[in-house]
């Protein structure tokens, strides 16, 4: 994908998310979730149309699994993007995924 998009975590009030960015700041994607303890419930992946069918969706997915991971926490897949095709193409995220938090 696009060297010149920088992935970050947000605060925001309603819900943190994922994010990726262009150089000028534009939101390109995001995976929207909450955390409860150490747990990190993905709700939402979201790719905006002019960066749709890259493999963003995949990209932010990866950025948020890496990070739980440094954290030493845990990834609930409420997101059906995350559940039903990132995991069953990243077998190797499994093991941080639980079924409730």
């Not at 700041?25 to 749709?52: I, M, N, P």
């Not at 997915?61 to 990834?75: D, H, I, N, T, W």
Request: proline content about 5%; overall charge negative; hydrophobic content about 35%.
């Amino acid at each position: 994908m696009n060297t010149d998009l920088t992935f970050s975590v947000a605060s925001r009030e309603d819900n943190p998310a994922f994010e990726a960015r262009t150089a000028d700041g534009k939101l390109a994607a995001e995976l929207v979730f909450h955390q409860r303890g150490s747990t990190y419930v993905f709700l939402h992946t979201g790719v905006e149309d002019d960066y749709q069918g890259h493999g963003l969706a995949g990209e932010i997915a990866q950025y948020g699994f890496e990070y739980v991971q440094e954290q030493g926490g845990r990834v609930k897949p409420n997101c059906p993007f995350i559940r039903d095709t990132f995991l069953p193409e990243h077998p190797e995220w499994q093991e941080l995924a639980v079924e409730s938090a």
